[in-house]
């Protein structure tokens, strides 16, 4: 079994958009450990504050390679934003319905074959981070070979603004 861990975002319905994101996630991969939904405000554009929660799930190890198990995963992740009413445009930083990146796959280093994995976000972002160091504490980062706990510690540090500016939501599902 290999271990994925994705981040979660929505800022237009966001409660509804996060229920129903987490229910196809589970619906398509199973048992999932889902950290705390996190309120944090827009980067990179004005707009209405977003919901943030990382989710982690398995999938079986096929006989396919890495590669071809990514982009089946990436793929689901897709076609459940777009069931979501999710727009895709050319602005990177943008209101959405649903925002479902890929963070981690085991711990395969993607970035050779053209794939953002591990999600380079994974230490730009308190409501990345902080959600991920919460369920995967003691994993460790593919690249930087040091655990998630670690890395929240030192990014709360350097970060403190960031950090202290994430909300935890009393979020029933």
Do not use: C
């Amino acid at each position: 079994m290999t271990e994925v861990f994705i981040s979660i975002g929505s800022n237009i319905e966001r409660e509804t958009n996060v229920r129903s994101a987490v229910q196809a996630l589970r619906e398509r991969f199973g048992v999932l450990l889902l950290s705390s939904v996190y309120e944090t405000e827009a980067v990179g554009f004005n707009g209405d504050p977003f919901y943030n929660l990382v989710v982690g799930f398995t999938v079986p190890q096929s006989q396919q390679d890495v590669l071809y198990e990514v982009q089946q995963v990436m793929a689901a992740l897709r076609a459940i934003e777009t069931d979501h009413g999710r727009e895709r445009h050319n602005t990177k930083f943008s209101a959405r319905t649903l925002d479902l990146d890929l963070l981690l796959f085991g711990a395969a280093d993607l970035r050779p074959q053209g794939l953002d994995v591990p999600r380079e976000e994974i230490t730009r972002y308190a409501f990345v981070l902080g959600p991920l160091a919460e369920i995967a504490p003691q994993r460790v980062h593919p690249l930087l070979q040091q655990t998630y706990a670690d890395l929240w510690q030192t990014y709360q540090t350097s970060h403190d603004s960031q950090a202290r500016a994430m909300r935890v939501v009393a979020f029933s599902w």
